[in-house]
Nanobody, 116 residues
């Protein structure tokens, strides 16, 4: 089984930036398309960005132009650069596999709160 660890969240003012990181207990990311998901209070978890093995990216309309997903297969890391943050981006952010859906147990996530 793979354990996922997300980090980098925090409290930021509207318009601010954060960079999230995702690590795994095994060196396995390079074999899978990966994604960042988020879950806001009272809402279902949603996929906001994904990246293929060859680093082709795709974004939800709500974050397009503001978020950038990237990966470093050598370091077994996936990142989410979030700029121009809005209050509606407030959520717990998770990483997992994508394109064919999440296949690993969810990590603890990292809380992102956008508030003045």
């Amino acid at each position: 089984q793979v354990q996922l660890v997300e980090s980098g969240g925090g409290l930021v003012q509207p318009g601010g930036s954060l960079r999230l990181s995702c690590a795994a207990s095994r060196s396995i990311f390079r074999f899978y398309p990966m994604g960042w998901y988020r879950q806001a209070p009272g809402k279902q978890r949603e996929l906001v960005a994904d990246i293929t093995i060859s680093s082709v990216t795709n974004y939800a309309d709500s974050v397009k132009g503001r978020f950038t997903i990237s990966r470093d297969n050598a370091k077994n890391m996936v990142y989410l650069q979030m700029n121009s943050l809005k209050s509606e981006d407030t959520a717990v952010y998770y990483c997992n596999t994508a394109r064919t859906g999440p296949i690993w147990d969810w990590g603890q996530g990292t809380q992102v709160t956008v508030s003045s």
